[in-house]
Every structure is written in C-alpha cells, then in structure tokens.
C-alpha cells in the first residue's frame, strides 16, 4: 500500500523479489500502480487506456473493477480530473448518522435536530 518510492532498499529488495516469482502479481501491481498515478495526479484523460490495458490482460478481479468504472464512466473521469471533493459533505453526513445512532430508541427526531444543531454550533 506503500508508494515504491517511500519504500526502505530492503523492503524494495522483498517486494522485487516475490514480483519476479509472480508474473500475475507483477502484472497487477503494475495496474494499481498506474491507476494510482490516474489517482494522485489527477490525469483523467489516461483512464480509458488504463482500462483497456486492464481488459487485455487475464485478471478477472482487476477487469471486474474496470468494467465497473465504465458503468458512470464520465462521472469518474470528472472525479480523476476536476479539484472538487464532497469530502466536507461526507464528514457532516458520516457526524449526523452517529448521532442517530447514539439516540437509537431514545428518542425523538425534535431531539436529534437539537443535538445536530448543537454539534453544528460547537465546530
């Protein structure tokens, strides 16, 4: 999970090694490496290369993964290319889903707006 730049020369030497004993494993870091690249520098354009790449080859769990990226195909190349996150909105949605949780049984919706408001108002 380690980017191979970060890695130690010893831990380079081990991953080196059972790459060259696994001519599939070698294939599928390969993959993941290059999608990882489509990831972190945003290069959008690359990904219908990157699935075809990934639809020649014979691993069925990667192929899996790519045929499913083509089912919203224009909304992952936006997700790979545009700056925008909905990780804010995520964060303040995962925050009120524990707050449900945590008044499970208890009580009513009049306290679990008061208690999202409150929370709201804390931060």
């Known amino acids: 999970?380690?980017?191979?730049?970060?890695?130690?020369?010893?831990?380079?030497?081990?991953?080196?090694?059972?790459?060259?004993?696994?001519?599939?494993?070698?294939?599928?870091?390969?993959?993941?490496?290059?999608?990882?690249?489509?990831?972190t520098q945003r290069q959008g354009h690359r990904l219908d290369d990157w699935v075809n790449d990934v639809r020649a080859s014979n691993l069925q769990p990667l192929r899996s993964f790519a045929e499913g990226l083509l089912i919203d195909h224009d909304a992952v190349a936006a997700g790979l290319t545009l700056p925008y996150s909905n990780g804010p909105t995520e964060g303040?949605?995962?925050?009120?889903?524990?707050?449900?949780?945590?008044?499970?049984?208890?009580?009513?919706?009049?306290?679990?707006?008061?208690?999202?408001?409150?929370?709201?108002?804390?931060?």
């Open 1 to 39: 999970m380690t980017d191979p730049a970060h890695l130690s020369p010893g831990h380079t030497a081990q991953l080196q090694d059972v790459l060259d004993r696994c001519q599939e494993l070698k294939q599928a870091t390969g993959h993941v490496r290059a999608i990882a690249d489509l990831l």
């Open 92 to 123: 303040v949605i995962n925050k009120i889903k524990l707050l449900k949780r945590q008044l499970y049984g208890r009580a009513g919706l009049a306290l679990l707006r008061k208690r999202i408001l409150l929370t709201i108002a804390r931060n």
